[in-house]
């Protein structure tokens, strides 16, 4: 008991260090200096795997994904190690899941690869879906769709599909209650993003009024709302635009300087290479050629740093789809290797099983031919074929229930029914047989058991495929007869039913008997 205590106590100890250290990295997440929390996250990832404590690695891969794609740097977001999903899993941490594939699928949008990006959002959905009711539910949801609006404005997707994205994420935003306060901002930030996307959407229609109104009321939000630093800047950035291409130039500026301003707080490069644009030409049009310079050499060499930065990341993530194709191939052909070699191999031992089958057929078939002939010679038309397929292996004595005299008068009468070949009409029963040969059912029955060592159905069933045996052996004119035909002949009410007794006491189907006979 002590030592659980000590372990625990040590436990809890380390999990109040890594949260204090989660909140030193978050701080430095929204500054200038980002990449300063990425030493103290893996630091966390180290001891909360050491402790056990799950939470905290699902909660650094989020957080590192989210520096990362912040930073441009779309590489590390798409190849972020594969252990904190599958941690993620294990302790059924879908918030963290969806979120760390959604910034994968943003990534993947960036860089223009937007096949792959809906299928990374389809997995974000997947476990959004997952997570109990509730805020981080509906911000996962609302996140999510929101992303998959910008998706579907690169792809050149009709109007209404980006609409229908921006209203689920507007009403997954609304069901967010406001008593938790961790969940306020993420609430009008979701808003505030969706007023943007539709006020760009009005835009491009050409309508401006509209594109205003959302683009204010977006901006309301985030004057008095506590949204992200980044959105903010990314707001400023699109009403900076706006007013250009209402030829507002003055008020361009004033939205881009304050969005310049503001992201100097924090590092968002392609964020930055947008203002610094923007400036430049807003300046160019102001006549204030100093200042649009400025700022258009600013651009130029952002830009060429980001593209270069891009296509290394889409160089990298090719190559790696690649390989992933490639290794996928390679096992697929591995795959119908192994299925190809068991296929043989179920083909030769079911050719084996087959051949031994039918050897064993013959064999019997033989055996049974044989006999015939035997009986033919010997003139002992009298003993059945079922006698040769089928010796009766008990020999016990049995308490005799009618007089042998009887007993012997009762065998003649059936030698008679059977040379008489009334086993062949269709109507023969027990009771039909009892009276024809003056008897009762129950001593034809005793007499059948005791001296043909089967019951009256198989007695009846045995006649009828003697019949037919050796009319198919001595006549070849029966083996031209349909099934149905020789099934009618011998009595049989069906030629499924005559085909059935047939392989039952012969040991191959009549089609295959009469094969072998001809």
Do not use: W
């Not at 030193?24 to 402790?51: F, M, R, W």
């Not at 947008?274 to 160019?284: A, N, Q």
């Not at 064999?363 to 049974?368: D, L, R």
């Amino acid at each position: 008991m002590f030592c659980f205590v000590v372990v625990s106590g040590q436990q809890s100890i380390g999990m109040e260090k890594i949260n204090k250290d989660f909140e030193k990295a978050l701080h430095y997440v929204t500054s200038d200096n980002p990449e300063k929390a990425i030493p103290i996250l893996n630091q966390i990832h180290k001891e909360g795997k050491a402790i056990g404590y799950q939470h905290a690695v699902t909660r650094v891969g989020h957080t590192l994904a989210i520096i990362y794609f912040n930073s441009s740097d779309y590489d590390k977001v798409i190849n972020l190690d594969d252990g904190f999903l599958k941690v993620g899993e294990e302790i059924k941490d879908y918030e963290k899941m969806s979120h760390i594939y959604r910034l994968k699928a943003c990534a993947y949008s960036e860089l223009g690869v937007l096949k792959k990006a809906k299928d990374v959002y389809a997995s974000a959905l997947e476990y959004a879906n997952k997570i109990e009711p509730g805020n981080g539910k509906q911000h996962a949801l609302g996140v999510i769709y929101g992303n998959l609006a910008s998706l579907f404005i690169k792809s050149g997707a009709p109007q209404d599909s980006i609409f229908a994205s921006i209203e689920k994420s507007i009403a997954a935003a609304d069901k967010i209650t406001e008593t938790d306060n961790l969940y306020i901002s993420k609430k009008y930030s979701l808003i505030a993003y969706s007023y943007m996307i539709l006020a760009n959407e009005y835009l491009k229609s050409g309508n401006q009024q509209l594109a205003g109104t959302y683009y204010q009321k977006a901006y309301k939000i985030h004057n008095t709302q506590p949204v992200p630093l980044v959105e903010k800047v990314v707001l400023l950035n699109e009403l900076g635009y706006f007013y250009s291409e209402q030829k507002d130039y003055e008020k361009a500026v004033e939205y881009a300087e304050l969005g310049l301003a503001m992201e100097k707080k924090a590092s968002f490069p392609q964020l930055r290479k947008v203002l610094f644009e923007s400036l430049s030409k807003s300046y160019l049009e102001l006549q204030k050629t100093e200042d649009s310079k400025k700022y258009f050499e600013l651009f130029t060499a952002l830009n060429d740093s980001i593209n270069k930065n891009d296509r290394s990341a889409l160089s990298s993530t090719i190559i790696k789809q690649e390989k992933q194709y490639k290794d996928k191939a390679e096992k697929q052909s591995l795959i119908y290797a192994l299925l190809s070699v068991g296929l043989i191999v179920l083909v030769v031992v079911f050719f084996l099983y087959y051949k031994k089958k039918k050897q064993k057929q013959i064999q019997k078939i033989k055996s049974i031919l044989k006999q015939l002939e035997e009986q033919h010679h010997d003139n002992k038309n009298d003993v059945s074929v079922s006698t040769i397929i089928e010796k009766i292996a008990d020999k016990e004595e049995e308490i005799a229930l009618m007089p042998p005299e009887a007993e012997e008068k009762l065998l003649e009468k059936l030698s008679d029914f059977e040379k008489e070949k009334h086993y062949l009409e269709r109507k023969v029963s027990l009771p039909y047989v009892a009276a024809a040969i003056e008897t009762n059912t129950k001593y034809l029955s005793y007499i059948i058991k005791k001296h043909k060592g089967k019951d009256f159905n198989k007695y009846i069933n045995d006649l009828r495929i003697d019949y037919i045996v050796r009319k198919l052996n001595d006549n070849p004119t029966y083996r031209h007869y349909k099934i149905n035909v020789l099934a009618e002949e011998a009595g049989f009410s069906s030629h499924s039913k005559f085909a059935t007794v047939f392989k039952a006491y012969v040991g191959s189907s009549p089609s295959e008997f009469i094969k072998y006979l001809q």
